[in-house]
């Protein structure tokens, strides 16, 4: 079966590529699949011509879909591109594997839940109520598919890290290592996802051909809750980075053109139940993304 990747130079892209090397090595892959691997460069998902081609020349039975306008802030000022990357090519890589009989793979967030609600963590069934631009056009992007009628696994992740490009992780080993004092929000909770157990997950679905009778949409992140301080704090404690001084803060003290969900933990109970995964718990994954980025370095 041939697999196509979009996004794969992003963070989650990589993780793919990382799964499907690590499976080859290690000698666990159960399907030879041919995973192809497009970024930008070789593919432009707003293009639908291009993206038809590409699954038709291929024979594509699964795309996974790692590409999206993820800039949150930016966003707010770049409406109609985010749309166009988020909800427009979402739909165009559904037509296209619809077409070919395949099943379309779609990495969606918790910012389509939005404004402030309680303190449950949320589940797939929960209203969405998005309050920006990068959430209402992930929304858009996930009603797309589901207008397609194509199959599809939508995975709806939040606070997504890895050893690759820019993200939260690396940017506060940096500030911690560097300034004497930071001051971070509490007041904004979820949990934080490492990149490379979700890509793991997606590629047991492809590798044990889970997708058929499984369609819909999903919730994972990491196991346990935590602010945005208690993240630093963390990531600082775990690098060692302890001559900086870090306080909580409220989000006011930050002011953005985004209202960010306060409470945005995610229920994993329907992912867990239907794929018979347990999911590690989120400083567990930091400790190695960590150890990884030190041996890059």
């Not at 492809?206 to 009778?213: F, P, Q, S, W, Y």
């Not at 949409?217 to 600082?236: L, M, Q, R």
């Not at 994993?268 to 041996?295: A, E, M, R």
Request: charged share 20%; proline share 3%.
């Amino acid at each position: 079966m041939n697999i196509l990747i979009t996004g794969a130079n992003g963070q989650l892209g990589n993780c793919m590529r990382n799964a499907v090397e690590n499976a080859t090595k290690n000698g666990k892959r159960k399907n030879e699949d041919i995973y192809i691997f497009t970024d930008v460069a070789e593919l432009d998902i707003t293009d639908a011509d291009a993206v038809a081609k590409i699954v038709k020349d291929n024979d594509i039975k699964v795309i996974v879909n790692c590409a999206a306008y993820t800039n949150v802030e930016k966003a707010e000022s770049d409406a109609q591109f985010a749309e166009v990357l988020n909800s427009k090519a979402v739909r165009n890589l559904a037509d296209a594997v619809k077409a070919n009989g395949g099943t379309l793979i779609h990495i969606s967030t918790d910012y389509v839940f939005g404004g402030s609600r309680g303190n449950t963590p949320r589940t797939e069934t929960e209203p969405t109520n998005p309050t920006g631009v990068y959430g209402v056009t992930k929304l858009h992007g996930e009603q797309e598919i589901g207008n397609s009628g194509v199959k599809s696994l939508v995975f709806r992740t939040a606070w997504l890290y890895s050893e690759y490009g820019k993200n939260f992780v690396k940017t506060m080993l940096n500030l911690t290592s560097t300034k004497p004092q930071l001051k971070v929000v509490f007041d904004q909770v979820g949990t934080p996802t490492y990149a490379q157990d979700l890509a793991d997950i997606i590629y047991y679905v492809i590798d044990n051909r889970l997708m058929d009778g499984n369609e819909g949409i999903y919730h994972y992140s990491n196991e346990g809750v935590c602010s945005w301080y208690d993240f630093t704090k963390s990531i600082a404690e775990i690098a060692g980075n302890n001559d900086c001084d870090i306080q909580p803060c409220h989000s006011d003290e930050f002011p953005s053109p985004v209202t960010r969900p306060s409470y945005s933990v995610l229920d994993k109970t329907k992912v867990k139940d239907t794929f018979g995964i347990s999911i590690p718990y989120w400083t567990d994954s930091l400790k190695k993304c960590i150890q990884n980025i030190n041996n890059q370095a």
